[in-house]
């Protein structure tokens, strides 16, 4: 049995979290069996590195180069004990922030480069991917306005968050078999979730 990968992406406050979790209850209501989870993290030891990746204390000190090894450590743990199995097991698994978060956030918007970042997920991976990713954007303002928790990604400035958007619009146009940009400019979350409800169907 071959289960199914989906991954949400996009900017802060945008919605991510609110989708996949309307998401796996209609599914779970469905009685088909769902694994929720998220990047980085989703495992013990990928709980401790969220921790440093998400400390606001650490919001200078930490180098560019360590925060993508610690998110590229934090999602080999993931895939390989969480995932992977739960994939093989026939499951559908949906996941908060994944692979192109990194090529996003650390590969466009910190200028470690797109192409190496994407070439890192390949490795970590072995090659592996979502079958279907939602990326939901709106205008910066209004994702960063009613953003949930205040970490230390958020206290990066608008031009950051507009970059990170950027990457990830250059991500939409390299895969677009496998990449759903989303505009949710002036929709609510139960029109999103319609949208996407629409296309996950298609996977079923
Ligand atoms: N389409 C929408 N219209 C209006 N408000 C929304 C919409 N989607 C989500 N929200 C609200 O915006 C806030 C942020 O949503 P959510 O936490 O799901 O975003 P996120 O993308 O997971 O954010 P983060 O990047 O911080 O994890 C929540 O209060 C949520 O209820
Ligand atoms: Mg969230």
Redesign the pocket.
């Known amino acids: 049995m071959k289960g199914l990968f989906i991954t949400f992406e996009g900017g802060e406050g945008v919605g991510?979290?609110t989708q996949m979790k309307k998401c796996t209850s209609l599914l779970e209501k469905e009685g088909r069996d769902v694994l929720m989870t998220r990047e980085p993290g989703g495992t013990e030891i990928g709980e401790e590195i969220r921790k440093i990746l998400l400390n606001s204390a650490y919001h200078t000190l930490l180098q560019s180069k360590t925060e993508l090894l610690l998110y590229l450590a934090a999602r080999a743990q993931h895939y390989y004990e969480k995932i992977e199995p739960a994939l093989k097991k026939g499951k559908i698994v949906l996941c908060?922030r994944f692979m192109d978060a990194t090529a996003a956030y650390q590969g466009y918007a910190r200028q470690l480069g797109l192409d190496f970042t994407e070439e890192m997920n390949r490795w970590v991976l072995n090659g592996a991917a979502p079958h279907c990713t939602f990326f939901l954007y709106t205008d910066i303002r209004s994702g960063l306005d009613r953003e949930?928790?205040q970490n230390r990604l958020s206290m990066e400035s608008e031009d950051f968050h507009a970059c990170v958007l950027q990457g990830y619009f250059e991500l939409a146009r390299r895969h677009p078999e496998r990449i759903m940009p989303l505009d949710i400019r002036g929709k609510g979350i139960d029109e999103v979730n319609a949208m996407i409800m629409t296309q996950l169907r298609r996977f079923l």
């Open positions: 991510k979290t908060d949930s928790a």
